[in-house]
Nanobody, 126 residues
Framework: VQLQASGGGLVQAGGSLRLSCVVP????????MAWFRQGSGKEREFVAA?????????HYADPVKGRFAISGDNAGQVVNLQMNKLKPEDTAVYYC???????????????????WGQGTQVTVSS
């Protein structure tokens, strides 16, 4: 399954962007959904994760807490990442990921996720 990510772009420091991720052809249901990012010359790192299980469960990496918000629509078809107060160090290719396995809780490990999107570039200028 190839996830469809969109919404990247160029923004000045302090600005905002909204990324979206769609699982084509089906709702994501109770799948674990997440965003990762990879800056130039850096390893891929966790950004945020979400899951709908008796309500919405979310988890954030420390560098983005209080600035980014992950959410899912009621139809369970789109996961959004609202990014506010962007910093130059947020510059990276952002990847959407999905884990369809029956698991507990959320994960910040890329190996937990089976499906990935193509990546969308976010560039924050100083």
């Amino acid at each position: 399954v190839q996830l469809q990510a969109s919404g990247g772009g160029l923004v000045q420091a302090g600005g905002s962007l909204r990324l979206s991720c769609v699982v084509p052809g089906r709702p994501f249901g109770s799948w674990r959904m997440a965003w990762f990012r990879q800056g130039s010359g850096k390893e891929r790192e966790f950004v945020a994760a979400i899951r709908r299980k008796n309500g919405w469960l979310t988890h954030y990496a420390d560098p983005v807490k209080g600035r980014f918000a992950i959410s899912g629509d009621n139809a369970g078809q789109v996961v959004n990442l609202q990014m506010n107060k962007l910093k130059p160090e947020d510059t990276a290719v952002y990847y959407c990921a999905a884990d369809p396995k029956e698991t507990v809780g959320l994960s910040d490990l890329s190996r937990s996720y089976d499906y990935w999107g193509q990546g969308t570039q976010v560039t924050v200028s100083s």
